[in-house]
């Protein structure tokens, strides 16, 4: 007698069936279902093509796009500072601009930080998180005191000149530009993770004994170990929206998680982060961006071309040696009012205060005009295209020597 399809078999027909139809209400819903899409994962950014904290995985940036010629860029400058420093220049000189001040020390500002450790990074970390979906076009990253020594020369060491003339189409082509142009500190060859205690430079780059390969790895495990890490000093700079978001929203909390927890003195972590935005925003370990492209295109201050603008500054340090010699005089005249005296100089000493005093003169003006033909040229937009990078070769060979 032959028996009959085991009993089991029509339970698990009904089964698919049902799996069947879950699946097809569910991933694939007919028009107008009410049942929810099914996705595969949340938001990443375009430059990401796994895990967000492997960092073995280079993230891919994409070329920024300026937009049309006289078009508005909303932006914000992100300030840190303590209750004691004041800022009241921003609002004199830049009345318009739209501040997110971080107080470290003040329990009860607006903007806070969840812990006073790691200098300017800390803010700067944390304005990203808390406003990474809430971007302007230009995140200008500012420190508090006007005037500096890592400012700008041509504007004579003054931010509110860098900030009134930056020009947003260049954050906006360049995803990151570093407001100062000038290389020295940290550029072109700076921070060497494999350096011997002997070739270290403690005077000019107290940071760079802090750069060890443990502190890479912990900061970007998996990463390769650059050659180099060198970037211009000194924590400020623009980013766009756009770049900013092209870095993984959980590479930023990884960062500031580093800075809360590192056992490192709080004067050099924040250091440390000095040398690595430009490698966050850019994924270049080097970053030196030539200085006349950066005053030309990135402040309108266009000598024309790379020469001109080194010839500007080597009469600026010629300039410089003889206002030295001639301040050893003036601090001799200083030092003897102190006392109560007056100063004997020698007849050959009057003479050579004399003609110091007409050089020096006679090089501020003509520095002055050089200055001032540079702003005039970089108001033309060709002339600025000029000194702008370019990847397009074809342009470059209308500047090859022609024979015959």
């Excluded at 303590?82 to 470290?104: C, F, G, H, N």
């Excluded at 500002?109 to 450790?117: C, R, Y």
């Excluded at 420190?143 to 041509?154: F, G, K």
């Excluded at 959980?250 to 490698?279: N, V």
């Amino acid at each position: 007698m032959l028996s009959g399809p085991p009993r089991i078999l029509p339970f698990v027909f009904v089964f698919l069936v049902l799996c069947l139809v879950w699946w097809y209400l569910h991933i694939v819903p007919s028009p107008g279902s009410s049942f929810p899409t099914w996705k595969a994962a949340t938001w990443q950014p375009s430059s990401l093509r796994g895990d967000p904290l492997d960092f073995g995985l280079p993230l891919r940036f994409s070329d920024g796009e300026s937009k049309p010629p006289g078009s508005n860029y909303t932006f914000k400058i992100v300030v840190p500072k303590v209750e004691k420093e004041d800022i009241s220049w921003m609002a004199t000189e830049l009345p318009d601009a739209p501040l997110v001040v971080y107080e470290v020390d003040n329990p009860n500002a607006e903007h806070k930080v969840p812990k006073n450790k790691g200098r300017e990074a800390m803010v700067y970390l944390s304005y990203i998180i808390d406003h990474y979906d809430d971007l302007p076009d230009t995140s200008l990253f500012m420190h508090a005191h006007r005037h500096a020594w890592h400012n700008n020369q041509l504007f004579g060491l003054d931010a509110a000149q860098m900030i009134n003339r930056l020009n947003h189409d260049r954050v906006a082509r360049m995803g990151y530009m570093n407001v100062r142009c000038h290389h020295d500190p940290g550029c072109p060859d700076w921070i060497h993770m494999d350096r011997p205690g002997g070739d270290f430079d403690f005077f000019h780059k107290p940071e760079e004994i802090y750069w060890r390969r443990h502190i890479w790895e912990e900061i970007h495990p998996g990463a390769p170990i650059p050659p180099s890490l060198s970037g211009i000093c000194c924590a400020q700079f623009a980013v766009s929206r756009q770049r900013i978001r092209e870095v993984p929203i959980e590479r930023f909390i990884h960062y500031r998680k580093w800075l809360l927890t590192t056992a490192m003195d709080d004067q050099f972590s924040g250091r440390i982060f000095e040398y690595i935005w430009h490698y966050i925003f850019t994924g270049h370990e080097v970053h030196c961006p030539a200085q006349n492209t950066c005053y030309c295109d990135g402040y309108g201050i266009c000598f024309g071309g790379r020469e001109k603008y080194e010839e500007y500054f080597k009469k600026q340090d010629l300039r410089n040696e003889k206002f030295q010699e001639l301040d050893k005089f003036n601090k001799r005249e200083e030092e003897a009012k102190k006392d109560g005296k007056e100063v004997e100089f020698t007849d050959t000493e009057k003479r050579l205060i004399e003609m110091l005093k007409k050089e020096v003169s006679t090089m501020d003006r003509q520095m002055e005009r050089l200055r001032n033909a540079a702003m005039k040229r970089g108001e033309d937009p060709n002339l600025r295209k000029e000194e702008t990078e370019t990847w397009d070769s074809a342009h470059i060979w209308d500047y090859a020597p022609h024979n015959g």
